[in-house]
């Protein structure tokens, strides 16, 4: 077995625990003819998984597109929340309510976004459109999916997915209109997000952009 080979079952055997172990978001029972997960070519992963009834879409999958490297790491993504093809084909644009992927663009194209190459497909049935985030991984993609299956709530275009420093505990975390609220900060704040974002990565250069502008994600209080 090649060592490209190795890479794609170990990071198959990885999706497919994910999807076992997660039952408050994967379906299980039913819709399984859908489920797929296998090697595409010598370095892609693709897979869709059936996720569980929501009140709103009804029948929606996890589409997950990875291409690896020569070192297995994985290279490019695509992971999309769309409207499950079951029962009837759809189109790339009615099929898709949002997706996050890590496809390189060009500064000078429309598609750039501040995090490139990490970005949000952040308006339903229309992929093109790309807004900043701070999600780079399956993991945190399927956090924020969890959110939005088990509590049936309605995406849209306005929700943002920023990884930042809380202002309270300066841990990272992923906005949610439920959760946490965008306020603003002081001048002393500020300068101690500067402080502890100094690392020169491009990551720490957006939370500095933010402090300096008075602009960070906190929290929201939780009411009493």
């Not at 999916?145 to 088990?150: E, K």
Request: charged share 30%; glycine share 6%; hydrophobic share 30%.
């Amino acid at each position: 077995m090649s060592n490209l080979t190795s890479y794609q079952a170990r990071r198959i055997e990885y999706i497919t625990t994910l999807f076992e172990t997660n039952p408050q978001l994967f379906e299980h029972e039913k819709n399984q003819s859908v489920l797929s997960i296998q090697r595409k070519g010598a370095k892609r992963i693709a897979a869709t998984l059936p996720l569980r009834d929501h009140a709103h879409y009804g029948e929606t999958v996890l589409v997950i597109s990875e291409k690896l490297n020569n070192d297995g790491r994985i290279a490019e993504y695509h992971y999309g929340w769309e409207l499950s093809q079951r029962e009837h084909r759809m189109g790339k644009q009615p099929r898709h309510i949002t997706a996050f992927g890590n496809e390189w663009k060009d500064p000078e194209t429309p598609a750039w976004v501040d995090t490139n190459p990490y970005h949000h497909h952040h308006v339903p049935q229309e992929p093109s459109k790309r807004q900043s985030t701070g999600i780079e991984d399956l993991q945190s993609a399927i956090t924020i999916l969890t959110d939005f299956i088990s509590g049936d709530l309605s995406y849209d275009k306005t929700y943002k997915f920023l990884d930042v420093f809380s202002g309270n505990d300066e841990e990272p975390f992923f906005s949610s209109k439920d959760r946490l609220a965008s306020h603003r900060i002081n001048q002393e704040q500020a300068n101690t997000i500067v402080r502890k974002a100094g690392d020169g990565s491009k990551k720490s250069k957006m939370i500095k952009s933010n402090a300096r502008r008075g602009k960070i994600i906190i929290r929201r209080n939780k009411k009493r």
